[in-house]
């Protein structure tokens, strides 16, 4: 199973939040976001949340209600990949999204830790 395939396994139900392919997308570098912090060891997933919320939150002038959702997004999106993809520990590097006919294709580029 490719990377990009293991990342709509992953992040797919999320995606289809987006109402639109710009928000799809924005939806998916959550998720790319989520998968790398899950490769790296546990003992740094809750200061990279934090990294990644704080930035979320500058980005997109965010309030409270809105960050503490996408923190819990990460989180279990982090869950998720660990529980279904325990082993692999692939970087994503850049992931791009299209859609036709409302099916959603991934192209990433990834690389081995």
Known sequence: MGTSHMLLKVGEELIQLGRDTNEKENYLRS?????????????????C????VMKFR?????NDEDTNVYGENLRKLINSKNKIFP????????AELTEENDKIT???TSRKK
């Open 106 to 108: 991934i192209k990433t």
């Open 31 to 47: 998720v790319c976001t989520a998968w790398n912090i899950a490769c790296l060891d546990s003992s740094y997933h809750e200061e």
């Open 58 to 62: 500058l980005i997109n002038n965010a």
């Open 49 to 52: 949340i934090s990294d990644a």
């Open 87 to 94: 082993k692999i520990r692939i970087q994503i590097l850049s």
